[in-house]
Every structure is written in structure tokens, then in C-alpha cells.
């Protein structure tokens, strides 16, 4: 892939950017040289990330703000998430059901990703997928994944501003008290806000957040009740992330999420040349024989994988797959 | 040890269908046998599946129908994809289609037709064989 798939991206189209996620996804090294060319061309969209448990509502969510985003003629991106089955390796990617009125809009790209093993609720290709509907000139990109009581920390290091959807008796009082939840939320949702319940959990929330001591010049998170499926309380979070933007743009604090965004994204890059040397190790004779050896208990675990390392080969192997890459 | 590339697979239901059962039970088996699905859920129509199928480079489009507007439907399907420069994404179908139906879809490019009753081993099977990621 040269150049013009570049061009041809950057002119919004739709195939040649879906190609390049495909690629992106599989891990195809022209993939990875097309994206040395795009990446210049990114960083203007802005990244909502929006996570919780399963069957909170968030596809929904994300179908009602699609359509209020679009009412102010913002071009959107759609990266969804799903998990891959440990046992089969497969995945149900079934989050753009509820998307399905957009499904014409030219102006908005909806990608349903597995998480192919990935921890953390996202996949490994999602911070690319972005990129590339940022070069299509998606001015808003919504991330959406199922937390998993970590996850939302990282769908956080992803996105300039984090949703965190609640639902009435979900036992997310138990949710919340997992690590990161509370700091990772930029806005809190309580969905399904007609359910017996909503009052009592929006006041657990925001008495949770009284306990965090709050610098007054930072952002003090908001609790929004909606109801996604009447497309009650839409408006407010439509505001209330526009008013987020402003004060991390005013602040500059937008400066500083973005530069840890980018250190995980260098961090990732490495890992990437890591992984493919990695593979080329464990895919000789020599590695076979060393590994009957520790079968036999002739060696250890990490006696072996150091002569599989050979500290003298490695550092001219990773040279030279960093060169061919 | 090169990993072996995922099929991704959309599942469509073109029309007016009351219930998509049928359809699902599919896309488990799918996803059971290790592809991922998209299904794009009910009452869509060609040009709403052909998008999704677009953005989600999908290798494959499974499209089903219990109403009987499939020859109409499917052919919609099969003439939008090659339209969109999708026309090497292979396209099956399912559902409620009578046999003497199956070599006209075929002509218009369905590779094969899965009715009724079908185990989903087979249909597995078949795409195992017949389907490489694009």
C-alpha cells in the first residue's frame, strides 16, 4: 500500500479505511507502513470513551448521541468493542444492532472490533482504528467497551472524556468500589434511569465522590441520569462532554492526557517489534530442542528461554526486524 | 508460527421478518467455531448491510430471509457490494427459500444456500473450506 491509500483515506474512503483496520487488526506489515504515512494526519478528533458492564445500555447510549452529535453536524466514528471468546476464539460483535439507524449516514463510520485476548476491555488494534477514522476527518470518535472493573482504566488513557454508565441494580455499588472506576470517569451515567433504584444510586455516586478530596481548579465529575431508550437526558451529556472539552483545552490538561496517550502508544509500538521477534524465535529448531530439554527437566524454565535469547543474537535480530518493519 | 488470520462474517436479515431465531443460532455456531460475527439485527435493508459489510471489511455476508423477498433482496445485496468495490466478499444465504429458487440465486452470484434444517457443522464446515480472509 503506498501513498494513495493515504490519500484515499484522508478523502473519507470508506473501503480503503476499512482495509486498512482489517490489516490493522491481523497485524499485516503493510498495515504497519500505512500507518507510518497516516499518522501525521491525526489528532484532531476528539475521543469520547464510554464504558460499564454489560446490558447497562451503552450501544444505545451511543446510538442517541450519535444522532444528537449529528444534529450539530459533527462528522462521528464508531470504534465498539466486544470480547473474544478464551474458549473459541471467536466473538458476537452485536453492538452495532442498536446503531442501526445510522446505518446510512455518510458521516458516520460505525467498526465493531474483538478484543482477540486482550485485557483490559479494549483490543491491541484499537488506538490504530482510531487514527484512521481521524484521518478520515471524524471530528468526534466514540470508543465503546465493556468495563471489566480494570478496563476502565485503560478506555480512560484512550479518551479525552470517560463515561461511565451505571444502571439500577446492577450491583455497581460493588462496581465502583473496584480500582479506577471512580478517578477514570470524567461523567457519570445512570441509565435505565426509570428503574426503581436510579435516585439512590446517583446519590451513592456523587457521596462517593464527596469522599475524593477535589482540587477546585480540577474538573469535579457530573452524574447524569438518563434514559438512553427514550432519549431522556441525551442533551445534557451532550453539553456536559462539550463543557469537559472546554475546560481540558482551557486548562491545558488536554496537553498532558495526550502525552500519556502517546507514551502508551510508543510503549505499544515497542511491544509490536518485540512480539514479531518474539515470533521468529519460537518458530525454529532450535527453539523446539530447547523446549523438549525443559520437557525433560534437562533445564529451567528461564535457563532455557535465556539460551533462546542469546543476549549477542537478539540485539542484531531486533536491529535488523526494526529496519525490515 | 504465523497466527491464523480471523473471518469476520456479517449476518443480515434483509426485510420484513418477524424473528430472527434462525439467524442467531448461526451466529453462535459461528462464533463457536471461531469466527468473529457481526449481526446487524433485523428489518434492514440492502443498502443499510452493504454499508455495515463496507466498514467492517467482513470476508463474508450471510444473508437470511423468512419472508420471500430474497430473490429481489438478495440480488440488491450481491449488485451493491460489487457497486461499493466489495465483490470479492462472498455472499450465502439461509431461511425460507424454495429449492427451485436456489439456481437463480446462484446465478446471481449467492454461492450456496443453506435451508432449513441444515446442521450448523455443515454450514460451519463449508465456510472453513470455502471462505479466506480477503
Known amino acids: ?325 | 508460527m504465523a497466527k491464523e488470520r480471523k473471518l469476520r462474517i456479517l449476518l443480515g436479515k434483509p426485510g420484513l421478518d418477524g424473528h430472527d431465531r434462525g439467524v442467531k443460532v448461526v451466529a453462535r455456531g459461528f462464533r463457536d467455531a471461531g469466527f468473529e460475527v457481526i449481526y446487524t439485527g433485523l428489518h434492514q435493508t440492502p443498502e443499510q448491510i452493504v454499508n455495515a459489510a463496507v466498514q467492517e471489511d467482513v470476508d463474508l455476508v450471510g444473508l437470511s430471509s423468512l419472508s420471500g423477498a430474497h430473490l429481489h433482496l438478495f440480488s440488491e445485496v450481491v449488485k451493491q457490494l460489487k457497486e461499493r468495490g466489495c465483490g470479492d466478499m462472498k455472499v450465502i444465504a439461509g431461511g425460507i427459500i424454495p429449492a427451485e429458487d436456489i439456481p437463480t440465486l446462484k446465478k446471481m452470484g449467492v454461492k450456496k444456500v443453506f435451508l432449513p434444517g441444515t446442521p450448523i457443522r455443515e454450514i460451519v464446515d463449508w465456510v472453513k473450506k470455502n471462505v479466506k480472509p480477503l
Open chain 1, 1 to 325: 500500500m503506498e501513498k494513495n491509500t493515504t490519500d484515499k483515506i484522508l478523502t473519507g474512503d470508506v473501503r480503503a479505511a476499512a482495509r486498512l483496520m482489517r490489516g490493522i487488526e491481523d497485524n499485516l506489515p503493510q498495515a504497519v507502513e500505512e500507518l507510518r504515512h497516516l499518522y501525521e494526519h491525526t489528532g484532531k478528533a476528539y475521543i469520547i470513551g464510554i464504558t460499564g458492564a454489560p446490558g447497562v445500555g451503552k450501544s444505545t447510549l451511543v446510538d442517541t448521541l450519535i444522532t444528537s452529535f449529528r444534529k450539530r453536524k459533527f462528522k462521528i466514528g464508531v470504534v465498539a468493542v466486544d470480547p473474544t471468546s478464551p474458549f473459541t476464539g471467536g466473538a458476537l460483535l452485536g453492538d452495532r444492532i442498536r446503531m442501526g439507524r445510522h446505518a446510512t449516514d455518510k458521516d458516520v463510520f460505525i467498526r465493531s472490533l474483538a478484543s482477540r485476548g486482550w485485557a483490559g476491555g479494549l483490543a491491541r488494534a484499537t488506538l490504530s482504528v482510531i487514527h484512521v477514522l481521524d484521518a478520515m476527518g471524524k471530528d468526534i470518535i466514540m470508543v465503546e467497551a465493556v468495563g471489566s472493573g480494570q478496563g476502565e482504566v485503560d478506555i480512560s488513557q484512550v479518551a479525552d472524556t470517560t463515561l461511565v454508565v451505571l444502571s439500577p441494580g446492577m450491583g455497581d455499588e460493588i462496581q465502583m468500589m473496584k480500582a479506577g472506576i471512580l478517578e477514570a470517569a470524567d461523567i457519570f451515567v445512570i441509565n435505565k434511569a426509570d428503574k426503581e433504584g436510579a435516585e439512590s444510586l446517583k446519590v451513592q455516586v456523587e457521596q462517593m465522590l464527596d469522599i475524593i478530596p477535589q482540587n477546585k481548579d480540577k474538573w469535579k465529575p457530573i452524574v447524569i441520569l438518563t434514559q438512553a431508550v427514550n432519549e431522556k437526558g441525551i442533551e445534557e451529556i451532550v453539553k456536559t462532554v462539550l463543557k469537559h472539552k472546554r475546560y481540558l483545552v482551557s486548562s491545558g490538561e488536554i496537553k498532558h492526557r495526550r502525552g500519556e496517550r502517546a507514551r502508551l502508544e510508543l510503549v505499544e509500538a515497542i511491544e509490536h517489534f518485540l512480539r514479531l521477534h518474539v515470533n521468529e524465535l519460537i518458530d525454529d529448531d532450535n527453539f523446539q530442542s530447547i523446549a523438549a530439554a525443559l520437557a525433560q527437566r534437562k533445564i529451567d524454565p528461564y535457563s532455557a528461554a535465556e539460551q533462546v535469547l542469546n543476549r549477542t543474537i537478539i540485539s542484531k535480530k531486533l536491529r535488523k526486524s526494526v529496519k525490515k518493519n
